[in-house]
């Protein structure tokens, strides 16, 4: 197994973004598609060794790019800076998701029927973003993802959503919680929650160390989570 990538180049209203695409070269044909969305950074070396670890799963992996290329905060008040005007206009959030979905389909290594979407953080409110818009992909997986109903309304949901969630996350209240799942009942969704318990916000991240802000790396909900999507993917894609 070789694991390759390559920086992928698109334009949404005459600004340059770039994503990296990560695939395994010795397996030949398309193979399903998973997008990568970043946490409020942007897209990180840490969502890039997402996509590998996709890819050396037999998907091919896309860390797609929200921000623009270059583009990475540094201190907490530069990401909520970047993240702000996307979460509070979540039109312009659904247009810039589909044209990463278009990106990814248009990869010669992938099965444009065949797409999924991850998400960590911010990017876990980008991916359920995808599938509260109708967007026509298989499945989502959110990891500590921000679980608030957008202004828009909820629309015909195609895609299969998990929700991987640490109860402790101060961001995500349980009340979040309750109703996300009602909203998701309402919209007659293929939902899944799965919640650990003594868990915090970022619990993927092994950066994250700084409970008196909510965000602390769990290994134990690190690797559930990561199994829980695996299972959840061989599923999508199965069908």
Same mark, same amino acid.
Not at 180 to 187: D, G, K, L, R
């Given at each position: 197994?070789? $694991?390759?990538?390559?920086?992928?180049?698109?334009?949404?209203?005459?600004?340059?973004?770039?994503?990296?695409?990560?695939?395994?070269?010795?397996?030949?044909?398309?193979?399903?598609?998973?997008?990568?969305?970043?946490?409020? *950074?942007? !897209?990180?070396?840490?969502?890039?060794?997402?996509?590998?670890?996709?890819?050396?799963?037999?998907?091919?992996?896309?860390?797609?790019?929200?921000?623009?290329?270059?583009?990475?905060?540094?201190?907490?008040?530069?990401?909520?800076?970047?993240?702000?005007?996307?979460?509070?206009?979540?039109?312009?959030?659904?247009?810039?998701?589909?044209?990463?979905?278009?990106?990814?389909?248009?990869?010669?290594?992938?099965?444009?029927?065949? $797409?999924?979407?991850?998400?960590? !953080?911010?990017?876990?409110? !980008?991916?359920?973003?995808?599938?509260?818009?109708?967007?026509?992909?298989?499945?989502?997986?959110?990891?500590?993802?921000?679980?608030?109903?957008?202004?828009?309304?909820?629309?015909? $949901?195609?895609?299969?959503?998990?929700?991987?969630?640490?109860?402790?996350?101060?961001?995500?209240?349980?009340?979040?919680?309750?109703?996300?799942?009602?909203?998701?009942?309402?919209?007659?969704?293929?939902?899944?929650?799965?919640?650990?318990?003594?868990?915090?916000?970022?619990?993927?991240?092994?950066? *994250?160390?700084?409970?008196?802000?909510?965000?602390?790396?769990?290994?134990?909900?690190?690797?559930?989570?990561?199994?829980?999507?695996?299972?959840?993917?061989?599923?999508?894609?199965?069908?």
């Amino acid at each position: 197994m070789t $694991i390759q990538t390559r920086k992928v180049e698109y334009d949404i209203d005459g600004k340059t973004y770039e994503g990296v695409l990560a695939y395994d070269d010795t397996q030949s044909g398309m193979r399903p598609g998973v997008l990568v969305s970043h946490a409020w *950074a942007g !897209c990180s070396d840490f969502e890039i060794d997402k996509a590998k670890a996709l890819a050396e799963l037999g998907y091919v992996g896309f860390a797609l790019d929200l921000y623009g290329k270059g583009v990475l905060g540094e201190t907490n008040e530069q990401c909520q800076a970047l993240m702000t005007p996307l979460v509070e206009d979540r039109e312009m959030l659904r247009a810039r998701l589909a044209t990463t979905i278009d990106v990814i389909k248009n990869q010669p290594e992938v099965d444009a029927t065949q $797409i999924g979407a991850i998400g960590f !953080c911010f990017g876990g409110l !980008c991916v359920l973003n995808m599938a509260r818009g109708g967007a026509d992909i298989k499945g989502v997986v959110s990891f500590h993802g921000l679980l608030g109903e957008p202004d828009n309304s909820t629309e015909n $949901i195609k895609a299969k959503i998990l929700v991987l969630h640490g109860w402790d996350d101060p961001m995500v209240t349980s009340d979040n919680v309750v109703a996300f799942a009602a909203e998701m009942t309402n919209a007659k969704a293929d939902w899944q929650i799965h919640a650990y318990g003594g868990t915090m916000h970022a619990f993927t991240n092994p950066a *994250a160390n700084d409970p008196d802000f909510g965000t602390v790396y769990d290994k134990d909900a690190d690797r559930r989570s990561w199994t829980a999507m695996k299972n959840f993917l061989s599923e999508v894609f199965r069908e």
